[in-house]
T-cell receptor
Framework: KAGVTQTPRYLIKTRGQQVTLSCSPI?????VSWYQQTPGQGLQFLFE???????NKGNFPGRFSGRQFSNSRSEMNVSTLELGDSALYLC????????????FGQGTRLTVV | AQSVTQPDIHITVSEGASLELRCNYS??????LFWYVQSPGQGLQLLLK??????LVQGIKGFEAEFKRSQSSFNLRKPSVHWSDAAEYFC??????????????FGTGTRLQVTL
């Protein structure tokens, strides 16, 4: 059974650009969550989706957005990139309606220059 | 609001020695508790979880953790560490908001170094 797949694995963008990251959950999982990991702030919750609906959102500016498709795949978008957005972005999927028992992908390493 | 404290930023142990990583949480209700491990450049792997019931939980790779409500702790232990256990370990508390909206709140992590 394939795990959570995140693409791309690495990304370099320039300040002011926007970026879209993709996450394919484990087959059958309907809940997808996103986390940002930085050396300074650690792991921080971005948002959680279930059945194409955002159920929970972390304390991030509106530049960070996401969506989930009918096949449970999810994307997150960051607009007007800032240097501080450089981070490892982790996607996690969960089987049930609760997103607590989460299985993580390997992440997308975003570098903003 | 919930929070997780991992007081040890970095721990070094010898291969074959026992290990205990500390985790303290703050949450008003019964917590859902997790330990994850992250190798360099990788995502997080779930080691074990506590939802309810027996306060001593067994996980993968020979790890176990004990939930102590009176101390608000969920410490991770392993009797004999292997060099391959070198990684960063994260404790997390899971919270459920209205309905089933949920999220994980992580501690800052403990980096484990294993000497041969």
């Amino acid at each position: 059974k394939a795990g959570v797949t995140q693409t791309p694995r690495y990304l370099i963008k320039t300040r002011g650009q926007q970026v879209t990251l993709s996450c394919s959950p484990i087959s059958g999982h309907r809940s997808v969550s996103w986390y940002q990991q930085t050396p300074g702030q650690g792991l921080q919750f971005l948002f959680e989706y279930f059945s194409e609906t955002q159920r929970n959102k972390g304390n991030f500016p509106g530049r960070f957005s996401g969506r989930q498709f009918s096949n449970s795949r999810s994307e997150m978008n960051v607009s007007t990139l800032e240097l501080g957005d450089s981070a490892l972005y982790l996607c996690a999927s969960s089987l049930g309606s609760s997103a607590l028992e989460a299985f993580f992908g390997q992440g997308t390493r975003l570098t903003v220059v | 609001a919930q929070s997780v404290t991992q007081p040890d930023i970095h721990i070094t142990v010898s291969e074959g020695a026992s290990l205990e990583l500390r985790c303290n949480y703050s949450y008003g209700a019964t917590p859902y508790l997790f330990w994850y491990v992250q190798s360099p450049g990788q995502g997080l792997q779930l080691l074990l979880k506590y939802f309810s019931g027996d306060t001593l939980v067994q996980g993968i790779k020979g790890f176990e953790a004990e939930f102590k409500r009176s101390q608000s702790s969920f410490n991770l232990r392993k009797p004999s560490v292997h060099w391959s256990d070198a990684a960063e370990y994260f404790c997390a508390v899971g919270t459920i908001n209205t309905g089933t909206a949920s999220k994980l709140t992580f501690g800052t992590g403990t980096r484990l170094q294993v000497t041969l």
